[in-house]
């Protein structure tokens, strides 16, 4: 059985930093990619970053040099380190693994999700 195991959220405050890690079990870890997702209220869900089997990474303009994704294959974990984080990085964060990886920011491409963590941001 596949899982996801999204752990990190919280609240903090502007400027501050926090960060994710999503356990994975189930499946072959290191031969899919995986990324993290978002989705703010009243707003669609959408790819953050994303790490691929030989470790390059795809991040949006909006959390460029604030956020860092990685991987350790050998534990079957992904991680999202936030830094300097704003209100507008508010949002429930997924964690997901797509085998294709084509298009690893698209939500039709995953795979499989986590259940989600939830990142507060206040002013």
């Known amino acids: 059985q596949v899982q996801l195991v999204e752990s990190g959220g919280g609240s903090v405050q502007a400027g501050g930093s926090l960060r994710l890690s999503c356990a994975a079990s189930?499946?072959?870890?290191?031969?899919?990619?995986a990324g993290w997702f978002r989705q703010a209220p009243g707003k669609e869900r959408e790819g953050v970053a994303v790490?691929?089997?030989?470790?390059?990474?795809i991040t949006i303009d909006s959390v460029k040099g604030r956020f860092t994704i990685s991987r350790d294959n050998a534990k079957n974990t992904l991680y999202l380190q936030m830094n300097s984080l704003k209100p507008e990085d508010t949002a429930m964060y997924y964690c997901?693994?797509?085998?294709?990886?084509?298009?690893?920011?698209?939500?039709?491409?995953?795979?499989?999700w986590g259940q989600g963590t939830q990142v507060t941001v206040s002013s």
């Open positions: 189930g499946y072959t870890f290191e031969a899919y990619c």
């Open positions: 997901a693994a797509n085998f294709m990886c084509r298009r690893p920011l698209a939500e039709y491409e995953v795979d499989y």
């Open positions: 790490m691929d089997r030989a470790t390059r990474t």
